[in-house]
């Protein structure tokens, strides 16, 4: 089975910077996507970015192009979410999660089109 772990939260003050990383093992041949997706309090659960394992195409949700980037180190099946110039709207418990990749293909980055998750971890933007 595929597990994936997420790490790196923590509190920052605004304009700083995080680096989250999603960490996959188990059956990793068995997926096509990797996307991070994050939920407020309150709030439905939205996507952030989505990357293919494929062709390394990938995904930006508007709110966060230009701040954040995705990437991924295909030797040690890692992805990664490097956040930029963190604002406080940016407040949630981010999770990354495995999925099939029909969704990228169509342009789509969505949470309901993932099945294998992680646990998530906290991700606290406050001066």
């Known amino acids: 089975q595929l597990q994936l772990l997420e790490s790196g939260g923590g509190l920052v003050q605004p304009g700083g910077s995080l680096r989250l990383s999603c960490s996959a093992s188990g059956f990793t041949l068995d997926y096509s996507a990797i996307g991070w997706f994050r939920q407020a309090p309150g709030k439905e659960r939205e996507g952030v970015s989505c990357i293919s394992q494929r062709n390394d195409s990938t995904l930006y949700a508007d709110s966060v192009k230009g701040r954040f980037a995705i990437s991924r180190d295909k030797a040690k099946n890692i992805v990664y979410l490097q956040m930029n110039n963190l604002e406080p709207e940016d407040t949630a418990v981010y999770y990354c999660?495995?999925?099939?990749?029909?969704?990228?293909?169509?342009?789509?980055?969505?949470?309901?089109?993932?099945?294998?998750w992680g646990q998530g971890t906290q991700v606290t933007v406050s001066s």
């Open positions: 999660a495995a999925g099939p990749g029909l969704g990228l293909l169509f342009g789509l980055c969505m949470p309901d089109h993932y099945t294998n």
